[in-house]
């Protein structure tokens, strides 16, 4: 490895960006870095050596000091050189040869290991405000996140999925083992063998729709509740409260399904705070009978302005963001 690869390799580790761009976390970090390996094809060997330093080893900078690494540096080199002993001023060791040094121990870290480096076996995947992404789990799992959320798991247990926020899922069925799959929220934990549904932990409840298949519920009190496809089930362990309905034309409720809200007869007023959640911003009523207004299709809320538009056009209203708050008026 050469000296301008070594410095790039190092670069590369520590930078915020690409390390979103090894874990598939940011759609806007894994496109420009998707563009700039395009543009730099002579530095592939450098990118996938960086992104297997990323997802195999989490460094701990603040345990290892430069003494500490003078040393294992020294320790190595008197094994190359061992019938010298060789001082730092009689002999100078060239700066080449001290990173062709760090080279090998880094190739020897990436296959061995070393016990100071411990090992990092929690995946977590995150979204920012207006942020979608679409992530494939190990097992195959599909999982669609919806912005200002996030889902983490251990390496050893990838069908056991920690969720906080919006998601929805296409869980891969394993017939051979009947393997089970796991979303836990703050209030309870879906239990699945293969399905697709959707969950939402906003406003300090968890919501569960089943599409396909059959889930059950265990919840935070301890009580079960099994759902067949079309049913919505609502739990909070602060209030108690449980609500369990078969989605009809007269049941009032709103979902998200990658990238798209479904409304029925809902409120005005919950349809914009479902989207205060995903763009992190504020409502104000400018006219306050706007909130009880009833609203009942879908709005895609991949883009915010395409979104806001939608929902003008379905409720008659005008709507205008202004310091990061959406001023609500009649139009």
Known sequence: MSKKDL?????????????????????????????????????????????????????DKTTISDNKIERELDLVLAQIEPEKNISQS?????????????????????TFGYNFLPFNSTITHKTV????????????????????????????????????GEAYFKVKSI??????????????????????????????????LLDEGSIE???SN??????VPGELVSYSKNDKEITHNKVTQELSYSLWREGTY?????????????????????????????????LTGGIPNQNLKICLSAIEKSTGTRIVLKDKKLLMFKN
Request: net charge neutral.
């Open 129 to 164: 405000f207006g942020e979608i992404i679409d992530l494939k789990l190990p097992d195959g799992t599909s999982v669609v996140l919806n912005g200002n959320s996030q889902i983490s798991y251990n390496k050893k247990t990838p069908r056991i999925i920690n969720l906080s």
């Open 222 to 227: 301890g009580t079960t509740k099994k759902m």
């Open 7 to 59: 410095s790039l390799l190092e670069i590369l580790i520590d930078d915020a960006s690409f390390i979103n761009w090894a874990k598939n976390q940011n759609q806007n970090d894994v496109a420009f870095w998707n563009h700039w390996i395009e543009k730099h094809p002579d530095q592939l060997e450098t990118i996938f050596n960086a992104k297997a330093i990323i997802l195999g080893i989490q460094f």
């Open 262 to 294: 479904i409304f029925n007869n809902t409120s005005v007023y919950e349809v914009m705070q479902n989207i205060e959640h995903a763009y992190g911003m504020k409502t104000e009523f400018i006219d306050e009978e706007l909130k009880n207004q009833k």
């Open 175 to 208: 017939p051979s083992t009947k393997a089970k799959f796991w979303v836990n929220t703050n209030d309870l934990k879906v239990e699945v063998f293969g399905t697709q549904f959707h969950v939402n932990t906003r406003n300090d409840k968890t919501g569960v």
């Open 90 to 110: 009689e002999n100078p060791i060239t700066k080449t040869a001290k990173y062709i040094v760090m080279a090998t121990a880094l190739i020897l870290i990436v």
């Open 217 to 219: 519920l265990l919840l």
